[in-house]
């Protein structure tokens, strides 16, 4: 799909409802990612009125999900679209649903984060989850990134960070089991980092697939239920 397409319609009304969408998409996303950022930092730093911030937030990511979402209706119920322009509908409303997941993540974390802020806190601060919780951020926004110039290859690249975000949840997951088994007391705090950590790992799940989103979009190609390399493959066609 030629990231200039949508500029070509004949309706220059049309052009302009799938560029209104586009940019809501990446309003949304702006968004989930400084929930990421403000929900991992409110964790890392016992910061509960920043925790207690982003659940409060969280109804403008839903309600971004449902403006689209009825607006994606609206088009194609209207302007019957087809080709490159139905695949691209059809990867906003599946890309939102990832979105609006991804904010409910962030939610979770910092309802941990409120839990953590309680207990006594280890001399790490839980750098492991900040760190983690950047690289999720990140891998989100590279994915936003190839879904705005409609990059596929762009898209395949930052679906292959999702093994690293998979090997540090891996990382963090027999750290905390090691800990409850050295020290039973810590069972209740560790628990809530594995929580954290899980939902981290879902973010970036969800995030890989926004990018097997944008392969669609741009080849046309459903690459759901592939391998990274089958992915790449599809992606440098």
């Not at 090691?178 to 799940?205: C, H, K, Q, Y």
Request: proline share 1%; hydrophobic share 40%; net charge negative.
């Amino acid at each position: 799909m030629d990231k200039n397409t949508i500029s070509h319609h004949i309706s220059r009304q049309f052009n302009v409802e799938l560029e209104d969408i586009r940019n809501k998409v990446m309003a949304m996303g702006g968004l989930v990612e400084q929930q990421i950022e403000n929900a991992v930092t409110s964790l890392v730093t016992a910061d509960i009125e920043q925790a207690e911030a982003v659940i409060s937030h969280d109804y403008k990511v839903n309600a971004l999900e449902v403006a689209i979402d009825e607006e994606s209706t609206q088009v194609l119920a209207r302007r019957q679209p087809t080709a490159s322009d139905l695949r691209l509908i059809v990867a906003v409303i599946k890309t939102i649903t990832d979105l609006e997941r991804i904010g409910d993540q962030a939610e979770k974390i910092a309802r941990m984060a409120i839990h953590l802020a309680e207990l006594e806190r280890p001399k790490t601060q839980y750098n492991e989850l900040m760190h983690m919780g950047d690289h999720v951020r990140l891998m989100l926004r590279g994915a936003l990134d190839a879904f705005a110039r409609m990059d596929a290859e762009a898209a395949a690249e930052v679906a292959q960070r999702d093994l690293k975000v998979d090997s540090e949840y891996d990382s963090i997951m027999r750290q905390m089991i090691t800990f409850m088994m050295e020290d039973p007391r810590n069972v209740r705090r560790t628990l809530d980092v594995m929580w954290s950590a899980r939902a981290l790992e879902r973010i970036g799940d969800h995030s890989r697939n926004i990018c097997e989103y944008v392969i669609y979009l741009v080849k046309g190609k459903d690459v759901r239920h592939t391998t990274l390399e089958e992915m790449s493959r599809e992606a440098r066609k």
